[in-house]
């Protein structure tokens, strides 16, 4: 934070100390406690915004439906994702070989994952039915304790990886141990490093950082499917059987279209890269983005959903009565999964509660920026909406505090068919903030919560599912702006008919 006060900041109201050496007091206080402190400036400020301390910068909060949409209709060269993540993650140190300014990545997460969710279904339910017998191995009528997060991690890591690298080296361990530890080296190398004076960072990332070993490990592991690839593509051209659609076509198309066992995320990402983001090594880091970005937060949101069917098994029996019904009239597809309205509306209950990052929507101000109520933010500081506190207000949600998992499916059966996308778990808008708004909300929301459902209904109709005797839910890790649940044991057994 800045050593002296600005008067733009003075401004702003402030939850906690606004004096710039006390103000780290708050920050402290926000470190372990920041959802109590986000609500708190929420109710004060309703409509309106107000400023947070945390150890690198003031962050700004705004709430109500103009001033977010001033917040997502701000030009990128005035409120930035893209260097608010930069400085989150270290980009420039933990991803220093990776060409920040070729995002070409995100359309292939818009356009070709999300638009391949009904050709790729198949491969996800073959997928995760394979790893849960693998990871959970239920031959008897006995019950079987497994530590669940590192469970579920294995679980969507093959299962994610079997869409984004195909069917062989999904079920590599070693690249299985590659995907799942990547994500977390990541997090504690842009810990460590942003704790380093700027001077000082290139060389903390050089000596601490393992990242650079990683990417070289990956590397190896995909090329001999890059280089398979390429020779076939020089080889057969348009009439390799295997070959993906190359290029964009219409919805429609798309969907019809048999597509081979090669249409999968690193073959989208050879066909779209230019350059010298052909290479296998520039391909190998895209790959590792794409499990950063994915395999962990899915993890956790199954994770926290999970817990809450644990701790209300009360819908267990409507779920999979739902299950069955869409599964016997639609079988295990994609259309089957569109008709689980309960199912969609549990994960969307659990993120609306459970959200992984109490604030959402982070940009860092490049410019000064004034919001339409005369307050005015200086550069260098972090903008954010108050997720944790929007979604627990009393004004949008009846009874906000209590988990009422078909919360979204009574809406839905209540406001007809015109109105079915709006309570949809990918559905994005200023009152359900767990993926984001606007053009920067998660490209890869569709691919994750179709996964996450298909998980849960497998889960529900295949096993019998209980926590241990006398356990329950475990305390969440609280850590600032985030929250994780933590593992514990859970009993899993052949579903008993």
């Known amino acids: 934070m800045q050593a002296k006060r600005d008067p733009l900041l003075d401004a702003i109201p402030t939850v906690g100390f606004s004096d710039p050496i006390l103000s780290y007091l708050s920050a402290f206080r926000y470190l372990f406690g920041g959802l109590p402190i986000l609500k708190e400036g929420y109710e004060k400020n309703k409509p309106g915004i107000f400023k947070i301390a945390t150890f690198r910068r003031w962050m700004v909060l705004s709430n109500g439906a103009k001033l977010i949409e ?90 994610s990886s079997r869409v984004f690298v195909g069917a062989t080296l999904c079920r590599d361990r070693d690249y299985e141990t590659l995907a799942l530890n990547f994500a977390v080296n990541v997090m504690k190398s842009a810990t460590i490093i942003a704790m380093f004076p700027r001077p000082l960072k290139p060389t903390a990332a050089r000596v601490l950082c393992s990242i650079p070993s990683q990417v070289r490990q990956a590397t190896e592991l995909i090329r001999p499917l890059v280089e398979e690839r390429l020779a076939k593509m020089e080889e057969l051209g348009d009439a390799w059987n295997d070959a993906p659609v190359r290029q964009f076509v219409s919805f429609d198309i798309l969907f019809s279209h048999a597509v081979g066992a090669q249409n999968d995320m690193l073959m989208w990402l050879m066909s779209e890269a230019k350059g010298v983001e052909k290479s296998v090594e520039s391909l190998a880091r ?36 739902e299950i069955e019904a869409a599964v016997a009239e639609e079988g295990w597809t994609n259309v089957g999964m569109d008709k689980m309205h309960k199912i969609d509306s549990f994960l969307r209950e659990t993120q609306r509660l459970d959200t992984l990052a109490i604030v959402t929507m982070q940009r860092l101000a490049l410019r000064p920026f004034t919001f339409s109520n005369g307050l005015t933010i200086p550069a260098g500081t972090l903008v954010a909406l108050p997720a944790g506190a929007i979604h627990t207000d009393g004004e949008i949600y009846p009874n906000p505090e209590e988990f009422d998992g078909f919360r979204f499916s009574k809406l839905r059966e209540m406001e007809g068919d015109a109105m079915l996308t709006s309570h949809r778990a990918v559905s994005i808008s200023p009152e359900q903030l767990a993926f984001g708004l606007g053009r920067h909300a998660c490209p890869g929301r569709f691919f994750a919560v179709n996964e996450v459902k298909a998980l849960l209904a497998h889960v529900i109709v295949t096993y019998d599912v209980k926590f241990e005797e006398g356990k329950g839910v475990p305390r969440e890790v609280r850590i600032g702006s985030m929250r994780y649940p933590r593992s514990t044991n859970v009993l899993f057994r052949k579903r008993q008919k």
């Open 70 to 159: 001033e917040i997502k209709k701000a030009p990128d060269d005035v409120l930035s994702l893209q260097e608010a993540v930069r400085e989150l993650f270290q980009m420039d140190y933990t991803f220093s070989l990776l060409n920040m300014e070729d995002t070409y990545h995100r359309s292939v997460f818009r356009s070709r994952l999300t638009r391949n969710i009904a050709t790729t279904f198949d491969q996800v339910r073959d997928e995760l039915a394979a790893a849960l017998g693998d990871c959970i191995p239920t031959a008897s009528e006995e019950w079987v304790k497994v530590s669940i997060l590192p469970t579920v991690q294995r679980i969507i890591c093959r299962t």
């Open 286 to 321: 895209r790959i590792l983005l794409t499990n950063f970005a994915s395999i962990h937060t899915t993890s956790l949101t199954f994770t926290q959903v999970l817990y809450r069917l644990l701790a209300n098994p009360e819908y267990i029996e409507p779920l999979r009565q």
